[in-house]
């Protein structure tokens, strides 16, 4: 399994785009790069899923460099209730089970 | 929009006792798992479940764990003879595909 490094906590102010970048160094050619929200006292939130370039949905843009060593999750205009944690997962989508790392604490600020 | 749902959402037993923790996955998924986290540390995969049997499971899911699909809706995790680490909440997560998970609010299971 690919491992995930991922900074520990962020800080931002309401309306603020945050990006958080997740280095995957030994990604594999049949990983996906997968993003987790969790709030406290609840269970993961799937955000986005990519392989490569760009992804986007309703939530969040996912940016995956041409090597795929890394990817950035980008948060349009957080809010307050975006302060969560925040997990990046790299695997076989067919085989591994999710392996959750500590993840990034978001914390915005009014 | 269907959730995942879980029972009960707080738990407490003496160490030593059993418990059953119960879910209700999304009604056509195929896929479902339990998970646990211990307080202040990372979600940790415990068993994935697949067409009526255990398709991976973790270290941790050791012979104190079980678990079953009872009827069509159900999914539930048996840990016998709880002891003082079995502490966490556990989560339940059932999707259509293993790529994309959906996870239950979790049951908070205290043992003393």
């Known amino acids: 399994l690919a491992k995930t490094t991922q900074p520990i906590s962020m800080d931002s102010y309401e309306g603020q785009e945050v990006n958080i970048t997740c280095s995957h160094n030994?990604?594999?050619?049949?990983?996906?790069i997968t993003w987790y929200q969790q709030f406290p006292s609840q269970g993961p939130r799937f955000i986005i899923q990519?392989?490569?370039t760009k992804v986007t949905n309703e939530v969040a843009s996912l940016f995956i460099p041409a090597d795929r060593k890394s990817s950035t999750l980008s948060l349009p205009r957080v809010s307050l209730s975006d302060t969560a944690v925040y997990y990046c997962l790299v695997g076989d989508r067919g085989n591994t089970p999710l392996v959750f790392g500590k993840g990034t604490r978001l914390s915005v600020i009014a | 929009e269907p959730e995942v749902t879980q029972t009960p959402s707080h738990q407490v037993t003496q160490m030593g006792q059993e418990v059953i923790l119960r879910c209700v996955p999304i009604?056509?998924?195929?896929?479902f798992y339990w998970y646990r986290q211990i307080l202040g540390q990372k979600v940790e995969f415990l068993v994935s479940?697949?067409?009526?049997?255990?398709?991976?499971k973790s270290e941790i899911f050791d012979d104190q764990f079980s678990v079953e699909r009872p009827d069509g809706s159900n999914f539930t995790l048996k840990i016998r003879s709880t002891k003082l680490e079995d502490s966490a909440m556990y989560f339940c997560a059932s999707g259509t595909s293993k790529e994309t998970q959906y996870f239950g609010p979790g049951t908070r299971l205290l043992v003393l």
């Open positions: 990519g392989y490569k």
């Open positions: 009604s056509n998924h195929l896929y």
């Open positions: 030994n990604i594999a050619t049949n990983d996906y």
């Open positions: 479940f697949y067409n009526n049997e255990i398709s991976e």
